[in-house]
């Protein structure tokens, strides 16, 4: 099974601001997603991150909003631009590894002033 | 669209057998995963389904019916532990196999 890190796992920051959150995992995987978790609600895809090239973002997410890169096999960033009280929330890395698995990482808590 | 319905809560007995639904009405279908989350915690992977029929995998067991667009997780000989999310997932082909997931259950076990 893959093993998933983030980085933060939490952070405070000032409206306006902006938070490059670090995802790693220890081994190669084939598909890196960025999920978004608001307090007692399910999980929320964001965007799928392209090795290589455009993440592929879902319907309410753009890119100048929610940039992500992933250079390589095992890594993947998400930053959280322009950051207002509504982007507080849980961002959490995902990974697949074959057909019949996919990993989560432990999360980041953020919670903007 | 995808539409993923599971029951907000349930309630269940230490011992005792409890059964979380889910329906999904989505837009293809390429299998139907379980997770399990504590509070503060992320995600655990429990079980995968794409083809029709049961899946044991000791404690829990997971079934589906693709022409009924249903699943259930099956939890047998509950422990206070098992307290937790339980989270429906449906991947559907293309844009990268996107794993959409539902509201979730929250389970509560008591004594």
Redesign the interface.
Known sequence: SAVISQKPSRDICQRGTSLTIQCQVDSQVT?M?WYRQQPG?????IA?A?QGSEA?Y?SGFVIDKFPISRPNLTFSTLTVSNMSPEDSSIY?C?A?QG?????????TRLLVL | GQNIDQPTEMTATEGAIVQINCTYQTSGFN?L?W?QQHAG?????LS?N?LDGLEEKGRFSSFLSRSKGYSYLLLKELQMKDSASY?C?VRSPG??????????TQLKVEL
């Open positions: 598909m997603f609600q399910s999980l929320t895809l799928t392209n592929t879902e959490l995902s697949r057909r019949e698995t996919q990993y989560f990482g432990p999360g | 299998g995963f997770y915690e992320a995600p655990t992977f995968y794409v989270l997932a844009g990268g196999n996107k794993l959409t997931f539902g509201t979730g």
